[in-house]
């Protein structure tokens, strides 16, 4: 059976490693996908690590065993800090710092030991491999599965190979086993180095894609001024909100929000009055609202919130607060001569898969022009026979 070389497969390992590290820096030399400078450093510290392993018996053991361990040992931990800051999971600096402490005791106690030595650190190496496909692993339902799969394999490979580079010291029947001397084990192990090393920068690189794409349709649904959702967002929150209500035969209601007399307002004070009350609006609005409701600029001076699972009664008493909450806000505050109100048209609908809600915004909107042409600072309800409970 052909038997790869260790020094052979380093330098093909190094070259992969150094190629892809490169790309990487170019591809996020911005910096502002976070983890990715961990993520490169960790690379570039295996990078420095090969030339240690490589040079074994050239140089002093401390610098080949001693020092090549602890900076390998380091590159997966600035792995998992890289995952911790792009997942934003919390974890003590312990952590990342007590594999080192492993690796440092280890080579310091069987210094001259190769056989536990090798076996012990591929074992902690292992260990730090599982670790990272686990930390991936628990997101599951936050990314494209077949991303996390990608990702976290390429970490169950590194962590065989490690397995195995262990089984090989095992397996060796020489008093003082050589740790890169040839055989089945040691070679399987080299073999999954490199393709480990592929998907878990696939992985890694397809995860901060998805991250980058969310965040773009993230900042497209969102309006400038305020912060809140605007109306291309409200109109993605509104229809899931309705095909929840159509599955689950739920109540969605929904509240249409003018401001009165707000045009008033830009032509005394000016525009950036306006929108100064418009941002105020928005926090107003949000203190009031609950966890489950989406609060939406869709005009220029029009809000509107979507409260899913909500019957018209709760809904018309979330309205009500809502309006108080306007017209009892100190105004003057921000330069207005008199109280700021509210006017809010209401509509409410069960959902059924034979009624998909198609009226429904309509509703609420011309139960808001008939509050506004009868009285301001008002709530209007439409009633419909979709705001009756389905029969079954």
């Not at 800090?81 to 492993?102: E, H, I, M």
């Not at 809010?344 to 998909?356: E, W």
């Not at 009226?359 to 026979?385: C, G, H, V, Y």
Request: with cysteine; glycine share 8%; net charge positive.
């Amino acid at each position: 059976m052909l038997h790869l070389d260790f020094r052979t497969a380093t330098i093909l390992y190094f070259c992969t490693n150094l190629c892809i590290a490169a790309m990487l820096a170019v591809a996020f030399s911005s910096g502002q996908v976070r983890g990715t400078r961990l993520w490169i450093a960790g690379m570039g510290i295996q990078l420095a690590s090969a030339p240690l392993f490589l040079l074994r018996g050239v140089i002093a053991d401390s610098l080949s065993i001693f020092l090549g361990n602890l900076l390998f040992t380091l590159a997966w931990s600035c792995y998992l800090a890289s995952l911790d800051r792009f997942f934003g999971n919390r974890r003590k600096l312990w952590v990342y710092a007590l594999p080192l402490v492993l690796a440092a005791a280890v080579c310091g106690a069987f210094m001259h030991d190769a056989r536990t030595r090798t076996v012990l650190l591929n074992i902690l190496y292992a260990a730090q491999c599982l670790a990272l496909a686990a930390v991936i692993l628990a997101q599951w339902g936050r990314f494209r599965r077949r991303f996390i799969s990608t990702f976290a394999m390429g970490y169950v490979l590194a962590t065989g190979a490690c397995l195995l580079r262990a089984l090989a010291i095992v397996q060796s029947t020489g008093s003082t086993p050589d740790p890169f001397g040839p055989g089945p084990a040691q070679t399987a192990s080299l073999l999954l180095s490199v393709p480990s090393l592929v998907a878990c920068t696939l992985g890694f690189v397809l995860l901060h894609r998805e991250r980058m794409e969310a965040e773009i349709r993230r900042l497209a649904e969102i309006d400038h001024l305020t912060g809140l959702t605007n109306r291309r967002g409200f109109e993605a929150g509104f229809a899931k909100a309705l095909a929840q209500a159509a599955v689950n035969h739920s109540w969605t209601s929904l509240a249409l929000i003018d401001l009165d007399r707000f045009k008033a307002i830009n032509d005394r004070l000016g525009h950036a009055a306006g929108d100064v009350v418009l941002v105020e609006l928005g926090r107003i609005l949000t203190r009031e609202m609950g966890p489950d409701d989406l609060l939406a600029r869709i005009g220029g001076d029009e809000f509107c919130v979507v409260m899913p699972r909500t019957p018209p009664e709760p809904a018309a008493a979330l309205a009500e607060r809502l309006r108080r909450a306007v017209a009892g806000h100190d105004w003057q505050a921000y330069g207005l001569p008199q109280p700021l109100t509210a006017t809010i048209g209401l509509s409410s609908h069960r959902g059924s898969r034979q009624d998909g809600g198609a009226d429904f915004l309509r509703l609420a909107d011309m139960a808001l022009l008939a509050a506004k042409d009868e009285a301001r600072n008002t709530i209007r309800q439409a009633q419909s026979p979709a705001s009756c409970p389905a029969k079954p």
